[in-house]
């Protein structure tokens, strides 16, 4: 059964693009996945992200907020806008954490999602509710004189922050389109519905901007390719909006051309309940849909300060140091475990996870630094 949005539109034989699909199936208040209870995590979830694998991954990344917020000359307040922060998973590690910029941090969980914005206040101490409109520009600029941290949701950034901007496996759900690169330009798919009520595909020819973006980024005739204009305007409108500091954006992704020479379609994928889900066309509203992110498409106006791996990112930031430090602790307190102890033998197999080349190590970091060394 397609969600009421989606059928409203599709009436009459109307056509509408991927994006449009996407949009409805994936963020729909009435029947779109993350409305109706579609989230991160493990036990419950639908799929695992870092943040999900356990606390390492939010104590390493609290030692690059700490390490911009020291380059910034330790401004009040600093502001970390979480974006896609989901269930609120990363902002309590971060919080267990204790980086040192805690008392001047102002944590956004930015989230559009009301049914996930609900999860934010549980085991969050610090959280103030929800803000919008001037009182979430107020909450990002008033400072806090050591009174942090603090913790508020957001649907949407504030009109200008001093922080740091995260999306962790943001970009790959933004609504992106499904292009063929042809010898003379490019086609794209609308959708709509045949005679029996099922979606179906048809090829059009695509937008003058998207037979551009794929020439410019070296995709040949014959590829099948993802467009994802809406990943750039998202940076784009971050990067308006930090007056100083960094904007991270961690996910899988490729280069569209090697997306492009994968078996078809292959960087297309949809999961539920902790496996892969059907078609992306299936029940629409009843699982994740998400794709590779264009790293080249997505630096086309604006070339990243630094592109590493996620592995690479966290044993830069001394991820082996605090595995270290875990093996000490439980070595110390192995005869009686406490919870810190049990915490810390965790981050052995937390560090494997994060770190492997075949998985969550592969990830591709993008930073964008804005005016950082003032």
Known sequence: MLPPALAELLADGRRITWPEYLEIAL??????????GGRAGGRGGDFLTSPEVGPLFGAVLAVMLDEVWVRLGRPDP???????????????????????????????????SAAQRSLHAEHLPGWVGERSGEELDSVATAPLAGAGPVFASAAG??????????????????????VLRTDDGAEHELLALDDGGELESIPVPAPAEAVSDLGAVGVAPGMLVPWQPEARRWLADALSRLRQGRVVVLDYGATTAEMGRRPFAGWLRTFRGNQAGGHPLDEPGTQDITTDVAIDQLQLDHVATRVRTQAELL???????????????WDERAHAPDVE?????????????????EGLGAFVVLEWDVALDR
């Open 27 to 36: 963020y729909d208040p009435s029947g779109g996945f993350y409305a109706t």
């Open 78 to 112: 600093f502001v970390v806008a979480d974006a896609g922060a989901g269930p609120g998973t990363l902002a309590r590690s971060v919080r267990v954490a204790e980086p040192a910029c805690a008392g001047s941090l102002v944590y956004l969980l930015v989230e559009r």
């Open 157 to 178: 950034l504030p009109v200008e922050l001093t922080g740091v901007i995260v999306a962790n496996e943001l970009l790959d759900n933004l609504p992106f389109d499904v």
């Open 315 to 329: 044993a830069d930031l001394g991820i082996d140091d605090l595995v270290a430090q875990g093996r000490r602790i």
């Open 341 to 357: 102890a049990l915490r810390a033998r965790s981050r052995i197999r937390e560090a494997e996870a994060l770190t492997d080349p």
